[in-house]
């Protein structure tokens, strides 16, 4: 029996999205793949409104999270550590031979645009990372109010990780600033896992141009050059999963982002409310995820055996992640995840519970 996805990614992906997978290969460098990429790229940009160079490649995002370091710091970058993911870039920078500081807050804690600026008045930095939507701990990151300080600022890039909450969340590439955007393919994009979105200001190109050590497969100038000249990746895509987000980009398109992020906050409001009912949430009051809620376990439920009951009945939550695993729990309302849906994964759950 097939689980329904509520975890944090991979998620939920729908039928006719799948089938699109099955289409004839066609060659990476023939005609066709260049009409297939192309228009991927003009639907992401449609889609995120903005006109900054984007591009899409085979890998994890965590691979555009370490292209980013590597194209847009030469020696200092201001890490913003709120949890698990954000904590990676930090220890990516780290292992990018980059100074790297921290600017580091305790699970569950937002970064403030205060803490930001605090730092950024006492030394001077390349760039700043800071990671919209922690995973980790259903804590949203205030960016567009982080991206107000780093406008005075205009030396220091703003390089934001929207793996779990691009195309569910608000996001304004354009108007806030951001610099570097990446994101991952199996989270809000509902789409499988192993395809990252990086889009790139031309502030962030003209860094690159001139930061040695850029590294061969994520290297934002190469990327560019070749779609330039053939509007094609350098390397061999996942052309599969590429038919695959061609057909779930028009459907957003169809839906609109703003219905999109719409029915991303109606779900994380009910799923919100029903926690602070019978648990708790975890993310401090005002920052909550809009994409995946992480509840405080105070009923000290054995969630593991939760999970297992819900497998039975065709659903999967997440555990808490790493350190905070039993302490809560996650519910993913993110994708093509629909408000009856999360309805009917809630009244399971008071059922095996006897809330």
């Not at 913003?80 to 954000?86: E, I, R, T």
């Not at 793996?163 to 951001?178: F, P, R, T």
């Not at 999967?316 to 992640?321: F, L, M, P």
Request: aromatic content about 8%.
């Amino acid at each position: 029996m097939h689980k329904k996805l509520f975890i944090p990614g991979p998620t939920e992906v729908r039928q006719d999205i799948l089938e699109a997978q099955s289409k004839p290969l066609i060659g990476h460098r023939m005609k066709a793949m260049t009409e297939l990429y192309t228009g991927l790229i003009s639907k992401t940009q449609e889609i995120l409104a903005t006109q900054n160079f984007t591009f899409i490649l085979t890998a994890s995002g965590t691979a555009i999270m370490e292209g980013a370091i590597r194209n847009c710091v030469t020696k200092d970058v201001l890490c913003c550590v709120c949890g698990a993911f954000s904590e990676r870039w930090y220890k990516i920078a780290k292992a990018c031979d980059k100074n790297a500081d921290a600017i580091t807050v305790d699970w569950g804690k937002a970064i403030k645009p205060e803490m930001v600026e605090e730092k950024l008045k006492e030394k001077k930095y390349e760039a700043v990372t800071i990671v919209q939507n922690e995973t980790s701990t259903g804590v949203r990151n205030p960016v567009e109010d982080i991206a107000k300080v780093l406008k005075k600022y205009p030396d220091v890039l703003l390089l934001v990780d929207t793996v779990s909450s691009l195309m569910g969340d608000h996001i304004k590439i354009n108007d806030w600033g951001i610099d570097v955007c990446l994101a991952s393919s199996q989270k809000a994009l509902a789409l499988p896992p192993g395809l990252a979105v990086g889009v790139v200001s031309e502030k962030a190109l003209k860094k690159s141009e001139i930061v040695a050590g850029r590294g061969h497969y994520c290297n934002f100038i190469d990327i560019k050059e070749y779609f330039e000249k053939k509007g094609q990746t350098p390397s061999t895509p996942a052309i599969t999963l590429m038919y695959a987000m061609d057909k779930q980009f028009d459907k957003i398109k169809a839906e609109t982002m703003e219905n999109r992020y719409q029915r991303h906050k109606d779900m994380a409001q009910y799923i919100q409310d029903w926690a602070n009912k019978h648990f708790k949430m975890f993310p401090e009051k005002g920052y909550e995820s809009v994409t995946v809620s992480c509840i405080d376990n105070t009923k000290k439920i054995n969630v593991a055996d939760l999970n297992t009951e819900l497998g039975t009945r065709g659903f999967a939550i997440s555990n808490g992640y790493g350190k905070m695993k039993e302490q809560t729990f996650r519910i993913a309302h993110m994708g093509d995840l629909t408000l009856e849906e999360i309805k009917e994964l809630v009244s399971n759950i008071e059922e095996i519970l006897k809330l």
